[in-house]
């Protein structure tokens, strides 16, 4: 391969990753922006339209200050890192337990997972013979399965 078409495919891929990259951020940017917007309506909805300053401090950032103030006013990147990746896997844990708890008492037991698993199987189970074949999966979806004649990356 030439040397000016790998620089061309080098390019590329760099500006691919680049422009992903500035999505998830502008993603990420506009959740933050409506999520703070929220916050300053339920504000105003509480008062009587108009907010102090220290009532739109209140609604900005009433998390991190308790954290700031429950680390001796002060909060290192560690410290918060921690408490974002606590919270991250928080959701994720509240979002696990609420598709797997059949009882609905916020717990799950073996049988929570067995009777999850039960579902997915029957549903993949397309002829109901008891058994699941490779083309019984999903083709590109949530499995990530690729059908044999595909010639996509894996």
Do not use: H, W
Request: charge should be positive; proline fraction near 1%; hydrophobic fraction near 40%.
């Amino acid at each position: 391969m030439r040397k000016s078409t790998k620089l061309a495919l080098a390019f590329a891929a760099l500006a691919g990753a680049v422009g992903t990259t500035a999505y998830a951020e502008n993603n990420a940017s506009a959740k933050m922006r409506d999520s703070m917007m929220a916050r300053l309506d339920k504000a105003m909805s509480d008062s009587d339209g108009a907010i102090t300053f220290d009532q739109f401090s209140d609604a900005m950032n009433v998390r991190l200050k308790k954290l700031v103030a429950a680390n001796g006013g002060k909060l290192t990147v560690a410290q918060l890192a921690d408490a974002l990746e606590k919270a991250r896997f928080e959701r994720m844990a509240r979002r696990i337990i609420a598709r797997y708890d059949t009882r609905g008492d916020g717990t799950l037991t073996t049988g929570d997972i067995t009777g999850r698993e039960k579902k997915v199987f029957a549903m993949l189970d397309k002829n109901n013979d008891g058994k699941i074949e490779k083309s019984e999966l999903p083709k590109g979806g949530r499995f990530g399965r690729q059908s044999d004649d595909d010639d996509s990356v894996r």
